[in-house]
């Protein structure tokens, strides 16, 4: 079982639309999660980090963690050409070393 | 301030040569990681230094990879005998370890290419 895992898509959606990015983990353990955007040809990008269970609004951007279904989100409102990327998630738990996973990522292309 | 730098940004090898990649972490960040991202694939995590314990290279794909890192800051990825299926983009990122947050950030990346 992987640590983390996302739909890889790829994800479409029309400009002004929400897209919405998902992503699971098996460490129930893991504190601190992770959204990074990924252009091709450049290095990943920090965009959102998340502690706590709820949701964390920044701009267009809102991350949801639920620790109980283990389960954490992203949704782009709004969305522009520009968001087209992929979206990695990471997770990292500091009591068992401080490793963080990643997932494959999530190929969005929106649409003008 | 200044972000996570390496150098150089493009590395173009024959087979066989042995390669340097240097990172520079930001400053106060006691944590360093090396990643391998293959073209269109994941991040390959490859190891991980913390401070002054022992790195964590259970990543590492095999013993021609070594990677050291002087004075807790800057780290160098060694790659002996480079083979073509070495040509990746090397990440590097950095990340604070006290403390509630403890975001991490990626380099720009070194692309090596073996011939």
């Known amino acids: 079982q992987k640590e983390v895992e996302q739909n890889s898509g790829p994800l479409s959606v029309p400009e002004g639309a929400i897209a919405s990015l998902n992503c699971t983990y098996s460490d129930r353990g893991s504190q601190s999660f992770f959204w990074y955007r990924q252009y091709s040809g450049k290095s990943p990008e920090l965009i959102m980090s998340?502690?706590?269970?709820g949701d964390k609004e920044d701009g267009r951007f809102t991350a949801q963690l639920n620790k109980a279904s283990q389960y954490v989100s992203l949704l782009i409102r709004d969305s522009q050409p520009s968001d087209s990327a992929t979206y990695l998630c990471?997770?990292?738990?500091?009591?068992?070393?401080?490793?963080?996973?990643f997932g494959t990522g999530t190929s969005l292309t929106v649409i003008p | 301030g200044a972000g996570v730098s390496q150098s150089p940004s493009n590395k173009v090898t024959e087979k066989g040569k042995d390669v340097e990649l240097r990172c520079d972490p930001i400053?106060?960040?006691?944590?360093l990681y090396w990643y391998r991202q293959s073209l269109g694939q994941g991040l390959e995590f490859l190891i991980y230094?913390?401070?002054?314990?022992?790195?964590?290279k259970s990543g590492l794909p095999s013993d021609r990879f070594s990677a050291e890192r002087t004075g807790g800051s800057v780290s160098t990825l060694t790659i002996q005998r480079t083979q073509q299926e070495d040509s990746a983009v090397y990440l590097c990122?950095?990340?604070?370890?006290?403390?509630?947050?403890?975001?991490?950030?990626f380099g720009p990346g070194t692309r090596l290419t073996v011939l």
């Open positions: 990471a997770v990292n738990n500091r009591n068992t070393g401080n490793q963080f996973y």
């Open positions: 990122a950095s990340s604070r370890t006290s403390g509630t947050y403890n975001e991490q950030f």
């Open positions: 400053s106060g960040h006691t944590a």
């Open positions: 998340i502690y706590s269970n």
């Open positions: 230094f913390q401070g002054n314990s022992a790195p964590d």
